[in-house]
């Protein structure tokens, strides 16, 4: 089974290969260090001409060894190039499974180009676009899409944090949690199935699919906490400030910076603008935003700022809306009408001046009263200890992880419900299939061309 799913990924992939560019028979090269002075800069190839075409520039080079490092000199028509080392991986025990070899040289950028040049022009070997390197690895089974995505979201690493679980992934810990989800729907879908198909020799199954199921479902739920998580970790969050004008949102965003970043004044109306802090909260990217004081706008520049703030708070992780101790409740409900659904944390303001009701989250920015149980209630909001993630986890997993769930939750839904059979079933296997395309498989060519398009060059 997982050999015919391989061929059927390498097909697709052979038909996806970007902008139609030649399939992945051939051999590609690209410089995969970045584009600036360094002591070193490393030219990749890989495909069934990677060693003979490095050989064509260093002359001296007659049989290497397998994953060891040679010394040689680099040259072409006679004209020296540099001095540096070559490693060849022979298929398939390489990063692409196929026949691959590594130049490490100076790190010289006019000299590196000049050496990509002279290397494609070898027949059969070209330049490689971005990503190609990973795509191939990818249909040639050496690591699943998570594993590979998880390389760009390595590299595009904030904190350590999301570095960690960015290795995490590529290490398959991800892959391997997702698997153990999908041994278990599968195993589910198959007793559903033998159930419709011999209902004499299932007795009893059917009565049991309930239980199992709601064991699944908090299985895939749990994983898809997981996977919001390392989607924070990686993409990092918005936490907006906003309410009415004069409730302290500055001094509270100064307070939980650390230092005067926004201007404070007695007056309301003073933040007419945007204002963004970006920082790192428990090892989670985090922008700060300080908005406008929702009101009746005395002036145009004002009123365009108030506009912004709604804006602002449409776009947040957290919506963060600060309430003064003069809020009524009607205020508060047009207010937190503004809040996207599920993202909305209220905090009462300056108790140092009056008290706030009872149970509620309250804090003075000024004495710091307060302040540790809103640290407390932001972390709890952006997923607890950021050290725990195992998942760089892109927009695209989250959302299969997403329709995992939703089907599953329809599957209970409808088996609790009493509904027909059949209508168990084929929610079971859009949660299946929706697990498959988190790693990869039964993806259309454009959607992996779209995701390796994301990767740069070398990588």
């Known amino acids: 089974m997982q050999e015919g799913m391989q061929e059927g990924i390498q097909g697709s992939m052979q038909e996806s290969i970007q902008e139609g560019a030649p399939p992945l028979s051939s051999t590609i090269a690209a410089i995969a260090t970045g584009p600036v002075r360094a002591g ?21 080079l007659v049989q290497p060894k397998p994953r060891h490092a040679h010394f040689l000199r680099f040259e072409s028509g006679g004209v020296f190039l540099d001095e540096g080392l070559l490693l060849w991986f022979p298929a398939p025990a390489s990063y692409t499974g196929e026949e691959v070899v590594e130049l490490q040289l100076h790190g010289a950028p006019l000299m590196l180009a000049r050496m990509l ?12 676009l971005p990503g190609e390197y990973a ?30 679980a960015a290795a995490a992934q590529m290490a398959g810990h991800w892959s391997t949690r997702i698997g153990i989800l999908r041994e278990a729907l599968v195993g589910l879908l198959a007793q559903a199935e033998a159930c419709l198909d011999f209902p004499e020799e299932t007795e009893g199954v059917e009565e049991a699919l309930p239980a199992r199921l709601a064991e699944v479902y908090a299985q895939a739920a749990a994983l898809l906490r997981l996977g919001q998580q390392g989607q924070l970790l990686r993409s990092g969050a918005r936490l907006v400030l906003f309410g009415p004008a004069n409730a302290g949102k500055s001094t509270l965003l100064n307070a939980l910076v650390g230092f005067a970043r926004a201007l404070v ?40 700022g108030i506009e912004a703030a709604k ?26 009408a503004l809040a996207p659904p599920g993202t909305l944390l209220e905090v009462y303001s300056k108790v ?19 302040m540790a149980f809103l640290h407390k209630a932001l972390q709890q909001r952006l997923g607890g200890e950021a050290a725990e993630a195992i998942a760089a986890c892109s927009h695209r997993q989250r959302a299969a992880l997403e329709e995992c769930c939703y089907a599953l939750e329809s599957a209970l839904g409808a088996v609790v419900g009493g509904h027909p ?19 990869g498989e039964a993806l259309a060519p454009e959607v992996l061309d779209e995701i390796f398009r994301q990767f740069c060059l070398g990588k």
Do not use: Y
């Not at 590979?148 to 999301?162: G, N």
């Not at 804006?311 to 937190?336: F, S």
């Not at 140092?352 to 307060?370: F, K, M, N, R």
């Open 40 to 60: 070193i800069g490393v030219i990749r190839l890989s495909g069934p001409s990677a060693l003979a075409a490095a050989q064509s520039l260093a002359p001296g």
């Open 117 to 128: 040049r002279l290397l494609c022009q070898v027949p059969g070997v070209r330049e490689a």
């Open 135 to 164: 795509q191939r690895a990818f249909a040639n089974g050496r690591m699943d899409l998570a594993q590979a995505e998880a390389i760009v979201a390595l590299i595009e690493s904030k904190t350590e944090a999301a570095a960690q």
């Open 265 to 304: 004044d007695a007056e309301p109306g003073t933040t007419r603008d945007i204002l963004e802090v970006p920082l790192e909260w428990s090892g989670i990217p985090l922008v700060l935003v300080d908005t406008a004081g929702i009101r009746e706008a005395q002036a145009s520049v004002e009123a365009r």
């Open 311 to 336: 804006q602002a708070v449409a776009g947040a992780d957290i919506a963060l809306l600060v309430v003064p101790p003069e809020a009524c409740e009607a205020q508060l409900e047009v207010w937190r």
């Open 352 to 370: 140092d001046l009056g008290p706030a009701p009872q149970g509620v989250l309250a804090v003075s920015a000024q004495t710091g009263e307060g």
């Open 421 to 439: 059979l059949e209508l168990t079933t084929s929610h079971l296997q859009v949660a299946q299939a929706a697990l498959g395309q988190l790693l």
